[in-house]
């Protein structure tokens, strides 16, 4: 009985190892599928990078990075802000939308691993969420799949200014009441000067003038304060606009008043005009001159040979009769 038993143990262990070489397999099996959809859910959902704020001041250029290391060379990259694409490149080939037509340059065609895209002269407009679509290759133990990858980068635009700050007129600089004089040149009907003390607004009245600019199209905007300085800080003033955010530098040296551009502009006008009358009615008089010089000249000449012609048919000159001789022959 003793062997039987045995012999049935080891058959009863032979069952179970297979069993379990069974279940291992099917859980080899089911890791592999479990790993299978993984992967192809990373690379269905893509690999987000860290959002960029960039700051660009209007009418100026900018780059918006985007790096795209082991890009898959078959397929696109494309631009985008929200909904609206920017730029779609494949194939060494760009296609450009039409408000971006000649303001947006991409990279690829002199490194394939960088996506980034030059924004030239921004504008307002051309603020927002930008998303970078790219597609790169993964390889893994000998096997390699695709991955869609994306980047966002959100474009901050800023207006440029240029501020005069000087003293006003009137203005006693050895007392402790002091005029400021502020000047810039309004790009929007919203912007407005306020001035500040230490970064703190101040409440202190102040004259506004606007005056428009013909030939550059603008608006200038003359402030004026009167205060008394209790500190060595001065009064500073700045360009506010409730719509956009603004960037502010201060320099005179472009500066003047606003009625001087538009004397001088005329002058000037004026003057080239005239300059150019001049100088047509100079060269219609020498035109003239040479053709009623050229006509004298040839009407003398032939009455010279005429002359000279009846002189010598009229006298015994032997040249005469050498003409006549001729003649008569």
């Known amino acids: 009985m003793l062997p039987d038993r045995i012999t049935r143990l080891q058959y009863s262990s032979g069952d179970l ?8 397999s099917r859980a080899q099996v089911n890791m592999k599928t479990f790993l299978g959809l993984l992967i192809a859910f990373i690379s269905v959902s893509g690999n987000e990078n860290q959002e960029v704020i960039l700051k660009g001041v209007s009418e100026q250029n900018i780059l918006l990075p985007c790096s795209c290391s082991s890009r898959n060379l078959d397929k696109e990259v494309i631009w985008q802000i929200k909904e609206t694409t920017v730029l779609h490149y494949q194939g060494n080939t760009s296609d450009v939308s039409a408000s971006y037509e000649g303001r947006a340059e991409i990279f690829l065609t002199k490194n394939d691993s960088n996506c980034s895209l030059l924004l030239s002269n921004i504008t307002l407009a051309d ?6 679509n790219f597609h790169s290759t993964v390889y893994n133990q000998g096997y390699h799949h695709t991955e869609y990858n994306y980047a966002f980068i959100h474009l901050e635009v800023s207006v440029s200014y240029s501020i ?3 003293s006003g007129p009137g203005n006693d600089v050895n007392g402790n009441v002091r005029v400021f004089q502020c000047d810039v040149s309004r790009r929007h009907p919203e912007d407005r000067i306020d001035w ?5 607004p101040l409440e202190k009245p102040s004259t506004t003038d606007a005056t428009y600019i013909a030939p550059t199209g603008l608006h200038h905007l003359s402030s004026n304060l009167t205060m008394e300085l209790n500190g060595n800080s001065e009064p500073k003033c700045v360009v506010k606009n409730p719509a956009i955010s603004t960037s502010i530098s201060y320099s005179c040296s472009k500066h003047t008043d606003p009625s001087i551009q538009d004397h001088t502009f005329v002058k000037s006008v004026v003057s080239s005009s005239v300059i150019v009358a001049v100088v047509l009615l100079l060269v219609f008089s020498l035109v003239l001159y040479h053709c009623q010089t050229s006509k004298r000249v040839t ?3 032939r009455a010279d040979v005429t002359t000279e012609l009846w002189e010598l048919n009229g006298s015994n000159h032997p040249k005469s009769k050498n003409l006549i001789l001729v003649t008569a022959e």
């Open 127 to 132: 603020q927002g969420m930008y998303k970078c």
């Open 164 to 166: 005069c700050q000087k």
């Open 196 to 200: 500040q003390l230490d970064g703190q």
């Open 17 to 24: 190892a297979d069993q379990l070489f069974l279940s291992t």
């Open 299 to 301: 009407e003398e000449k």
